[in-house]
């Protein structure tokens, strides 16, 4: 009889691991269940945290092909899947951590490859993806001032030149 519900539970498993951008595993001894409701606001809209069994989660994580995460599974263990942008669950989960030092990020996998939890931090201190656009696009902007301001910058002066000479011709 709980042959299928495992079945389904690593089936469903398996599937958030295959349809999400980023997942992160942590150890989260000692929360309260309040504090893992924050900890789920915390993440954001785009972002499901799930407890999980191990050995399901273990099965599913080999399934999808990561076999690594698969062995990190020990402890009371709960995986952040994030269909979004990894960014704002990886800051979620820093400033949550910063806040109750007993939530412990073990590891993770961004678009199928495993990262340690320092290049989760590190994720974590990147600007969200609409900033850096736009500085990218400030840089982009920036440039073609500048190139058309080279363009028009002889033509300029070459009117200036012309002008200083009409006006020096009809002085004398």
């Not at 399901?56 to 062995?71: K, M, Y």
């Not at 899947?81 to 800051?91: C, I, L």
């Not at 990020?105 to 850096?132: F, N, Q």
């Amino acid at each position: 009889m709980a042959r299928p519900d495992k079945a389904a539970a690593v089936a469903e498993l398996t599937e958030l691991f295959r349809g999400s951008s980023a997942a992160v595993l942590t150890e989260y001894r000692g929360l309260t269940v309040a504090q893992l409701k924050q900890l789920r606001k915390a993440l954001g809209a785009e972002a499901q945290y799930a407890v999980a069994k191990n050995t399901l989660a273990a099965i599913a994580a080999r399934e999808a092909g990561l076999e690594s995460f698969a062995e990190q599974l020990s402890g009371p263990s709960a995986i952040a899947f994030v269909s979004g942008d990894p960014v704002t669950a990886a800051k979620g989960l820093r400033d949550f951590a910063k806040a109750n030092p007993a939530l412990v990020v073990k590891a993770g996998v961004l678009d199928g490859k495993e990262i340690t939890p320092a290049e989760i931090t590190a994720l974590a201190d990147l600007e969200s993806r609409e900033v850096l656009l736009a500085k990218a696009a400030g840089a982009m902007k920036a440039k073609l001032f500048q190139a058309a301001y080279v363009f028009t910058a002889p033509a300029s002066q070459a009117v200036r030149t012309i002008e200083a000479l009409r006006e020096k011709q009809a002085a004398a």
